[in-house]
């Protein structure tokens, strides 16, 4: 049992976090509010990075726990922490050139409700990026796989400016797709839970990480407002939340790299945890922050958009602690 | 990142559960039940099962771990320590019902007494000797270094006269490692210093003090003129506050591991609770129920995470968190187990209520958790200021 990273991930860490904080500025993320192809030129930084997705996942959590504290628009996460994992699962021909980045793409699953289990519904919701990746991987009960290049994509607005998701109406004559094994879709599906839990455990970060600074540096009452008892326990609070939400998630990615038993358990913690950690670093945030967190200018609002965006996608908390709850009663 | 333990720790847990499962008295079986239950009286405050279980576990070398054979271990390393307190848990097995002796008096005079008080230590952790801390006082409680009982020197010795409260054990203790006030002039963290004291000295006067669950284990404890001999002063004079944060360095990383595996064994209470009432498959009762073990897990996780951080020489600021998150939670754990029983909450008659008041006794015992041994709150001001940096109220 050890959580400290070997030499290779501090490496890796480090090195993601170079990189996004000059690749990846806030300037970046309002750009692309209304211009997505602003976040071309960080996908030709990350595309280097695309070989994560088929290797350990706790490499690639610690790597989305970067994406996520600059809250990274892009193709990346959908390629290498969804659609690589699920052509890895089938031993798709097209493997090689997603891990080496020349191509992107994304995974469409859950039907009307919203949930990501396979069913044959014909439109498919929450779909990341899905207008400008290469290949769409649909889904359907079976479960199928059915690769489709540039299906028609209907944007589905959320608050998040940062994550665009989509629906797509699966083609008529999309064939019958290939076969897949549930367990091996199964893995496919806490692989990417757990990872976006690691980028909402990043995301988390970068508001405690504001909001601590905020803390230090306002004063009122001739007094840094950190000094008080009040904005000191909430701050305690917050980072309690961020410590075991960050802890829950690495049990989780070594539970999944060493196809431990807890693994089903540790998923639904770890999205679970995430989502709290992440809720409340976004609401308790912009209350120490004040009248200025309200504000378009102030870049708070950037994070709590994609916190709360995040929450809701592969399962919101109480998604995951009712199929918790299937697993322990 | 590697989420086993080796093969060397296995066979280490394998000795350890090996001696358990021949020598676990039945008493100490259901250990913690029986320690928390409020069911013993003052006269049996440690029963003699206990003293003997004690007295095993140090002269098979299992009471400390990380001590060496003499002071009842084995020179454990960090890892094998935090599988022995793992597997201690587990079992529920406790090693002691008294805790001052071993886990506050030992390392404290191991690291700031003379030869002579050392030699104290060997008694304190086998349990031969039972001592109690006299700390908390009418007017220091969080406030721990506002303690006003008074130590005048006269010469060769000091004379003592003033009170503590909440003091444990008092009335089995033949010790008192006792914080008083020597330099009333000086800023108050300044002149305390800490005094071994016999509790037989004319003068001491004890007064058990009943929690809220009914039990009396911990009293008042009044100083009247007691005299006790100058070589009785711990460490330098007026030099006593640092000794205050004298524990065991070596299992501080893994006292979280209790509370954890505690706080499991509920929720599992919950859910066979549950199951009995008929709300197993009430949705909201499910959504709670994996709330907690999601709380729970993602808890010894960061214990987990905190420890390996410990034993690759990092300090462990994980304590804090875990202390005030163990102890929140298992409040309302009871509480829940409570609500499960509707009209039938509150009732403590054992013909009654759910397996005898189990759930209502738990919940009244787990108000002492948030407060003793650093409240919630003094957690949240530790956290804020030593882990995050946060400036202090001026």
């Known amino acids: 049992m050890d959580f400290t990273l070997s030499e290779d991930q501090e490496l890796l860490r480090d090195t993601a976090r170079q990189l996004l904080a000059r690749e990846c500025p806030t300037t970046l993320l309002r750009a692309h509010i209304d211009d997505p192809t602003a976040a071309d030129p960080l996908w030709r930084h990350l595309k280097d ?3 994560l997705g088929d290797g350990p996942l706790t490499d690639l959590c610690l790597f989305v726990e970067e994406t996520g504290y600059v809250a990274a628009p892009g193709p990346f996460f959908p390629t290498a922490a969804l659609f690589a994992p699920l052509l890895a699962a089938l031993g798709s021909d097209l493997l090689p050139s997603v891990l080496s980045g020349e191509v992107t793409g994304t995974v469409a699953m859950a039907g009307g409700d919203g949930v990501w289990l396979p069913n044959d519904d014909t439109v498919k919701t929450f779909i990341p990026e899905a207008d400008r990746v290469d290949q769409v991987a649909i889904v359907s009960a079976g479960p199928v796989v059915a690769l489709v290049q540039s299906p028609p994509a209907r944007r589905v607005q959320t608050v998040d400016f940062t994550r665009r998701q989509f629906e797509v109406e699966v083609p008529a004559g999309t064939g019958p797709g290939q076969p897949l094994d549930p367990e091996a879709l199964e893995t496919v599906l806490e692989r990417a839970t757990v990872a976006l839990a690691a980028e909402m455990v990043g995301t988390a970060r970068r508001l405690f990480d504001m909001t601590l600074a905020y803390a230090k540096e306002r004063v009122q009452f001739d007094a840094p407002i950190g000094s008080f008892q009040a904005i000191q326990h909430k701050l305690a609070d917050m980072a309690l939340d961020l410590e ?4 829950a998630v690495s049990y989780a990615a070594m539970a999944i790299d060493a196809k431990d038993a807890d693994r089903h358990r540790a998923t639904h913690v770890a999205k679970a945890a995430a989502g709290a950690a992440v809720k409340r670093a976004a609401k308790d945030g912009i209350q120490i922050h004040g009248g200025i967190g309200y504000t378009w200018e102030h870049d708070l609002h950037l994070f709590i958009r994609r916190a709360y965006a995040s929450e809701h996608w592969l399962g919101a908390s109480d998604w995951h602690h009712d199929r918790l709850a299937d697993l322990l009663i | 990142m590697q989420l086993a333990w080796g093969p060397e720790e296995e066979a280490f847990r394998a000795e350890l559960v090996a001696f358990l499962d021949e020598h676990v008295p039945p008493e100490a079986a259901v250990g913690f039940d029986y320690a928390d239950s409020g069911e013993r009286e003052e006269g049996d405050l440690i029963p003699a099962w206990a003293r003997a279980w004690q007295a095993m576990l140090f002269d098979n070398g299992w009471m400390i771990p990380a001590y060496p054979p003499e002071l009842g271990g084995r020179n454990c390393t960090p890892v094998q320590t935090l599988i022995y307190l793992e597997e201690m848990a587990r079992r529920r ?9 071993y886990a506050i008096v030992a390392p404290s005079l191991l690291e700031f007494g003379s030869e002579q008080q050392r030699e104290l230590v060997p008694a304190a952790i086998r349990g031969d000797t039972v001592w109690c801390i006299g700390m908390s006082e009418p007017n220091a409680g969080s406030d721990l270094a506002g303690l006003s009982t008074r130590a005048e020197l006269q010469d060769d010795r000091f004379v003592v006269n003033g009170q503590k409260v909440w003091t444990s054990y ?12 020597t330099d009333p002039s000086a800023p108050k963290h300044k002149g305390i210093s800490l005094l071994i004291l016999d509790m037989d000295t004319p003068g001491i006067d004890i007064r058990p003090l009943r929690h809220i669950s009914g039990a009396a284990n911990f009293a008042e404890v009044f100083f009247t003129d007691v005299v006790v001999p100058s070589e009785n002063l711990v460490g330098t004079l007026n030099d006593g506050w640092r000794i205050t944060q004298g524990s065991l360095a070596h299992e501080r990383a ?3 591991v209790e509370g954890v595996s505690r706080l499991e064994t509920t929720i ?6 549950a199951t009995r009432r008929g709300l197993v498959d009430d949705p909201m009762v499910r959504r709670r129920l994996a709330e907690l073990y999601e709380r729970a897990a993602s808890l010894r996780a960061l214990g987990y995470k905190g420890f390996s951080s410990f034993a690759q020489g990092s300090s462990a600021p994980e304590h804090s968190f875990m202390k005030m998150a163990t102890s929140e939670l298992g409040k309302e754990c009871w509480e829940l187990g409570m609500e499960l029983q509707g009209a039938y909450g509150a009732v403590v008659d054992p013909e009654r209520g759910e397996e005898q008041g189990r759930w209502v006794t738990g919940f009244f015992m787990s108000f002492a958790n948030t407060i003793a041994g650093g409240s919630s709150e003094i957690q949240r001001n530790i956290i804020a200021q030593r882990v995050l940096g946060l400036p202090r109220a001026t």
């Open chain 2, 170 to 181: 008092a009335m089995a203790a033949q010790k008192c490692f006792c914080y008083v006030r």
């Open chain 2, 268 to 273: 599992h209470g919950l859910i066979d609770l």
């Open chain 2, 254 to 256: 893994g006292l979280w």
């Open chain 1, 49 to 51: 990075f695309a070989a």
């Open chain 2, 93 to 101: 097995v406790p090693r002691s019902l008294h805790f001052p002796g």
């Open chain 1, 244 to 247: 075991r939400a960050t802890s």
